[in-house]
């Protein structure tokens, strides 16, 4: 057991909240959040271990974190195993105005180079502002560490006045992908609903809104335009699933 509080200095409080709150989340079965608390307290712990000069005091100290990693070991063995079974499952709800939520941020710990080919199943990739949208999305694709070859795009055709700038504007996108050695696969249904994210390396993912959880910046000059980071959000959730066999849409 760790001293209280008062007994203890700032950094050795700052390490054992955090492992505190690991154990919290750990028994309510949230074990991804569980782990990252684990990995984040007992690097501070090891921080505290190397500023100690006391025998005794270090003794203590590797105990504890020998018991803190032999458990976030099962943690993560647990999750492997989940995500082997196709049962792992996070789910992330974005409040409405919420800011933080670029594409990055969301799918960048998903992404690495055995990511070569996507699957993108979205009805809503009309619109100039969704089209825009699309293209952020891959050009986040084409970043390393990914070694993304082929994007396949399934969604619904634009009618009307609004086709043509649709099927030009996925064409010019396409163009661009090619001189990146990308190449993209477009296919138009009127009765796809769903929307779904796979990479062919296990990851599903579901977004309430699919790519347009955006809100409409305040003007061209306004934080936010750029920066997806700054963009204030729409009400929406996403779910997180890893199967290990993604098949094709």
């Not at 782990?35 to 270090?58: A, S």
């Not at 203590?60 to 974190?65: T, W």
């Not at 070694?147 to 619904?156: A, D, E, F, M, N």
């Not at 700054?230 to 849409?249: M, W």
């Amino acid at each position: 057991m760790a001293k209280s509080g008062k007994e203890l200095d700032p950094q050795s409080v700052a390490a054992f909240t955090v492992l505190k709150r690991a154990v919290e989340l750990d028994s309510e079965s949230r074990y991804q959040q569980a782990l990252v608390c684990y990995q984040e307290g007992i690097d501070l712990l090891m921080q505290v271990l190397r500023g100690t000069k006391d025998d005794t005091k270090k003794c203590n100290l590797r105990k504890q974190i020998t018991g803190y990693m032999d458990r976030a070991e099962i943690v993560k063995k647990y999750l492997d195993q989940e995500k082997e079974d196709g049962k792992y499952h996070k789910q992330i709800k974005i409040e409405e105005n919420a800011t933080g939520f670029s594409y990055e941020s969301l799918f960048q710990k998903y992404l690495n180079e055995t990511v070569t080919e996507v699957w993108i199943q979205d009805p809503y990739i009309r619109q100039t502002h969704q089209l825009y949208n699309f293209l952020r999305f891959c050009e986040m694709l084409i970043k390393k560490p990914c070694k993304v070859k082929t994007i396949h795009l399934l969604t619904s055709p634009n009618e009307g006045s609004g086709k043509q700038q649709q099927s030009s504007g996925l064409q010019e996108i396409k163009e661009s992908l090619q001189n990146h050695g990308v190449l993209l696969e477009l296919e138009y249904s009127s009765s796809v609903h769903d929307r779904e994210i796979r990479f062919n390396n296990g990851w599903m993912i579901k977004i309430g809104r699919g790519l347009d959880y955006f809100k409409k910046p305040q003007s061209r000059f306004s934080l936010g335009y750029c920066d997806f980071d700054l963009r204030p959000c729409h009400e929406t959730t996403v779910d997180i699933f890893h199967n290990k066999h993604t098949k094709k849409i």
